[in-house]
């Protein structure tokens, strides 16, 4: 679509229509390639190929001596790899939700008016699960896409836009100079948008050709229709993997139709006939009468070479994992107690992946608060600058191996700061929170201890306080050794006796 960006320049950031029908005229690959991968993962009929497989035609049999059975069954396996892929890498990467937060250098424990509003443009759009949504798209089509806009309460909103409807006209689809949205609208016309840095332009296709409608500002500084690159190349996770799918479905499906034909083997009878009568009498006993010495009665069948089967499908899976990048959690590797630093190895193909998309998801975030926080600027104290003080906080969802943790916090006391001690824990999601609540405790624990009234005499009694006081005592002064200064001594009786010269004048 780049050949298409200096066309519009030259129109001053405007689009005719004739330029917008061949536009999208030449995505229509691209659309349908997104559609497709999208079929696929919802496992539908026009998506998957082997939902589509008819019955095998074979060159026909002129002969009564044999009939062809193996074209009887035709059985249609979907094993959705592709589905696994893609529910995987998103539940370890967005299992746990993005973490917003907002850099200003302000003092500990108090919270600025962005952060603030960060946190309610959050809540108001769900961006909890339009993240996740948005990270499968691109993982499934190799892009995501989202539009920010202004509902009629006059607060910043954004909704995810399916991929194959987008059209991202620029260097880069986190920054996209221009872009253009086309859908079928519910009187099965074609609606399509144009959007640059200060309008949207509408256009309504009639008959094939497109014409303008009307141009609306959509109140934002910067184009509010942006994009998620899954990769560089704009590939989606099962892309490279998807004839390996496909073989695995037919491998299983032809093995399945094997043993169901073998139910329908046909009855060979070497040496003798069979009349009606035979079939009758075989149905009612079960018994087939072999009076010639080279008789045989026999079923036509194939001989299935499980092993051969079962390596084939081994090696396919093993394949399939390995070149998407993601991980069987059911192999028997991941059975039992392994370590964290063997946890990591075992996911770093995965993880791998993931980083890509984090940078990738990083970019597009960056952005989207440029556009959002151009609008809150203006009736509000947000800067439009405030969005590079915006920061992001991935998490992966591992198992949590708990007490190895703490154990790993506890040897880093005093080596590190407590903000980075505590952000080693898994279950602390919000290291800014947890400091908050630890200062509260400790705050409501010195009221406490601060509000508690002295005991009298340290709650004993003063004849039981002298009492302990004698009875603890391990050294005193002795009047009859010669001022040796405090010696050991023991209590005999009332008296305390000396152990160096066994006196009693102790003092």
């Not at 069987?328 to 998309?357: H, P, W, Y």
């Not at 009298?456 to 005193?476: H, P």
């Amino acid at each position: 679509m780049q050949k298409y960006l200096q066309n519009i320049k030259d129109l001053n950031g405007l689009i005719t229509p004739d330029l917008l029908k061949d536009i999208i005229a030449n995505h229509k690959d691209e659309s349908d390639r997104m559609i497709k991968l999208y079929e696929r993962y919802k496992a539908s009929e026009k998506g998957v190929p082997i939902l589509k497989r008819s019955l095998i035609e074979y060159d026909s049999f002129n002969t009564k001596s044999m009939k062809r059975i193996d074209n009887k069954v035709n059985n249609m396996l979907n094993n959705a790899f592709d589905v696994d892929i893609i529910d995987t890498k998103i539940g370890y990467f967005l299992g746990h939700p993005i973490t917003y937060d907002f850099d200003d250098k302000r003092e500990p424990g108090t919270t600025s008016n962005s952060k603030e509003e960060i946190d309610t443009f959050n809540l108001r759009n769900h961006v909890e699960d339009e993240d996740a949504e948005l990270g499968k798209m691109a993982s499934i089509s190799g892009k995501g896409a989202r539009l920010a806009y202004i509902d009629k309460n006059g607060d910043e909103r954004i909704k995810n836009i399916d991929p194959w409807q987008v059209i991202f006209i620029g260097d880069n689809i986190h920054e996209p100079e221009y872009s253009i949205r086309y859908y079928e609208s519910v009187d099965n016309e074609i609606q399509a948008e144009f959007y640059n840095e200060t309008d949207i332009h509408f256009f309504v296709s009639e008959q094939g050709e497109y014409k303008f409608k009307e141009r609306k500002p959509h109140l934002f500084e910067y184009n509010p229709l942006y994009g998620l690159a899954n990769n560089k190349e704009l590939q989606g996770d099962t892309e490279k993997v998807l004839n390996l799918i496909d073989a695995y479905d037919r491998t299983l499906s032809d093995a399945s139709n094997e043993i169901e034909q073998y139910r329908l083997a046909y009855l060979v009878l070497k040496g003798i006939t069979s009349d009606e009568g035979t079939e009758e009498d075989l149905k009612r006993g079960r018994i087939i009468e072999l009076l010639g010495e080279h008789d045989d009665v026999s079923y036509l069948t194939k001989d299935i070479n499980d092993d051969l089967i079962e390596h084939h499908l081994d090696r396919l899976e093993k394949n399939i994992i390995r070149f998407a990048k993601s991980v069987d959690f059911t192999d028997e590797s991941f059975a039992g107690n392994i370590t964290g630093v063997a946890l990591k190895q075992k996911l770093r193909s995965l993880e791998n992946k993931c980083i890509t998309m984090e940078r990738k998801f990083t970019a597009m975030l960056r952005y989207q608060y440029k556009v959002i926080f151009s609008a809150r600027s203006k009736r509000s104290s947000v800067n439009k600058d405030d969005y590079l003080k915006v920061w992001f906080g991935f998490k992966r969802n591992n198992p949590v191996h708990l007490l190895e943790e703490a154990q790993a916090t506890q040897a880093l006391r005093g080596h590190v700061s407590e903000r980075t001690r505590l952000s080693a824990l898994s279950i602390v999601d919000d290291v800014e929170f947890e400091i908050e609540e630890m200062k509260k405790e400790m705050a409501e624990q010195d009221e406490y201890m601060s509000n508690l009234k002295p005991l009298d005499n340290g709650g004993m009694s003063e004849g039981n306080k002298k009492k302990s006081s004698s009875s603890t005592k391990s050294d005193t002064n002795c009047s009859e050794c010669g001022g040796d200064g405090k010696v050991p001594s023991q209590k005999t009786g009332d008296q305390i006796q000396c152990k160096s010269c066994g006196g009693t004048g102790v003092r």
